[in-house]
């Protein structure tokens, strides 16, 4: 099955600071999903993305389908963007194959 | 904005008793799912169910799991006999069509520990 790779696995900024975090798959996906688990367990979707940029506020994300990677922008973070970040895809299966996410703690 | 919700929120049984998670999909979504993670670990998918049939599942889903759509509006996963590595938070997802590049809406989750 497709392989998801999540990297930084943990990374710990201070309040304002910018980051990246980035996913790399192993083959063409049909879907492409980032999400912030918050500190209760819950999954929020922040974007659907099989390719191509979107942005939400502080937050934005890139998808270059022929690399094989995407990639999450936290601008001027935040205390509560603390969390989780997983990315998800799919291929030819419905089943979305999740990453093994990045720990995000950020401190004031 | 419509969102898929679950109950319990929580749910603590003994190893060997049965237990049923809920999930309301969002209304107009025809494809469901249930994805697990247990702590500390990754999300995995268990099962994806359309036109009350069970659609794709994992290797994880096997005989004491089992799905239903018992009404117009809920979505169940029955654990026959729980087991200690059952314990985890469970997600109910939805997807308005089902094709395989859609957004699935997750829900926010049943945590539950078997004793």
């Known amino acids: 099955g497709i392989q998801v790779e999540q990297s930084p696995p943990d990374l710990i900024l201070q309040e304002g600071a910018n980051s990246t975090l980035r996913c790399n798959f192993s083959?063409?996906?049909?879907?492409l999903q980032w999400f912030h688990q918050n500190p209760w367990g819950q999954l929020i979707n922040l974007f659907y993305?099989?390719?191509g940029t979107k942005q939400n506020g502080r937050l934005s994300a890139t998808t270059v389908a022929t690399e094989r990677y995407s990639l999450l922008y936290i601008s001027s973070s935040q205390t509560t963007d603390s969390g989780v970040y997983f990315c998800?895809?799919?291929?030819?299966?419905?089943?979305?194959?999740f990453g093994s996410g990045t720990r995000l703690q950020v401190q004031p | 904005e419509p969102e898929v919700t679950q109950t319990p929120s929580h749910q603590v049984t003994q190893m060997g008793q049965e237990v049923i998670l809920r999930c309301v999909p969002i209304?107009?979504?025809?494809?469901f799912y249930w994805y697990r993670q247990i702590l500390g670990q990754k999300v995995e998918f268990l099962v994806s169910?359309?036109?009350?049939?069970?659609?794709?599942k994992s290797e994880i889903f096997d005989d004491q799991f089992s799905v239903e759509r018992p009404d117009g509006s809920n979505f169940t996963l029955k654990i026959r006999s729980t087991k200690l590595e059952d314990s985890a938070m469970y997600f109910c997802?939805?997807?308005?069509?089902?094709?395989?590049?859609?957004?699935?809406?997750f829900g926010p989750g049943t945590r539950l520990l078997v004793l």
């Open positions: 083959d063409s996906v049909n879907n």
């Open positions: 169910f359309y036109n009350n049939e069970i659609s794709e």
């Open positions: 997802a939805s997807s308005e069509v089902g094709t395989r590049g859609e957004t699935q809406y």
């Open positions: 998800a895809v799919n291929t030819g299966r419905r089943a979305l194959t």
């Open positions: 209304s107009n979504h025809l494809y």
């Open positions: 993305i099989p390719s």
